[in-house]
């Protein structure tokens, strides 16, 4: 069955939030993304990865391959992982 949202619940969806994530080397890093992003972040980690520490490890990597900041580079982790579970 398809659930059909109103125009308010896809503006909240769409609206932006900041979370402070505390990294494995124990510094904080401050990502702004909108509401649905960081639902798709909880549900990865909840049903497909073991732990954020594992979203951080892949975000360093990428860091270290294309030159993004920390923020890009994690939306591009958790996008690219999602993409690949649908």
Partial sequence: MI????ERQIEDL???ETRCLTV???STQVVTADK???IRHDLLI???ITTA???YELTYM???SKGYCFSDAFKSIV???DNQTK
């Fill in 62 to 64: 990428n860091m270290s």
């Fill in 14 to 16: 769409l609206t932006s």
């Fill in 46 to 48: 909840e049903a497909y």
């Fill in 3 to 6: 659930d059909f949202l109103t």
């Fill in 53 to 55: 520490d594992t979203l």
């Fill in 36 to 38: 649905l992003f960081w």
């Fill in 24 to 26: 494995p080397d124990g």
């Fill in 79 to 81: 996008s690219y992982i």
